[in-house]
């Protein structure tokens, strides 16, 4: 069983960085990706960021050049740097994990608890 929990969200100005960390647990083998969704009341959760085994990387275009995924393998560490954040970037954060290193909430059957993230202006 894999165990994602997060941490680091809060309040910031427009403008202004938050890092994300997600706490890796449990049993995790190379196999996985891990990934970062957000969602707001509403609407769909939004994948927007994936690394991968071999830690390739792939962001939406909401956020790419804006945002960093990162994973430190000795930590069992996935971190989220968000930089030059906007209003819109307000939502709860997920991490989650699966093996084909989807962006499409459909296909994860691993998530965390959620992390709040609000941006105001």
């Known amino acids: 069983q894999v165990e994602l929990v997060e941490s680091g969200g809060g309040s910031v100005q427009a403008g202004g960085s938050l890092t994300l960390s997600c706490l890796v647990s449990?049993?995790?083998?190379?196999?996985?990706?891990f990934s970062w969704f957000r969602q707001t009341p509403g609407e769909e959760r939004e994948g927007i960021a994936v690394?991968?085994?071999?830690?390739?990387?792939r962001y939406a275009d909401s956020v790419k050049g804006r945002f960093t995924i990162s994973k430190d393998n000795a930590k069992n560490i996935v971190e989220l740097q968000m930089n030059s954040l906007k209003p819109e970037d307000t939502a709860v954060y997920y991490c989650?994990?699966?093996?084909?290193?989807?962006?499409?909430?459909?296909?994860?059957?691993?998530w965390g608890q959620g992390t709040q993230v609000t941006v105001s202006s």
């Open positions: 989650a994990a699966d093996r084909l290193c989807s962006l499409l909430w459909r296909y994860i059957n691993l």
């Open positions: 449990g049993d995790v083998d190379s196999g996985y990706c």
């Open positions: 690394i991968g085994t071999t830690g390739r990387t």
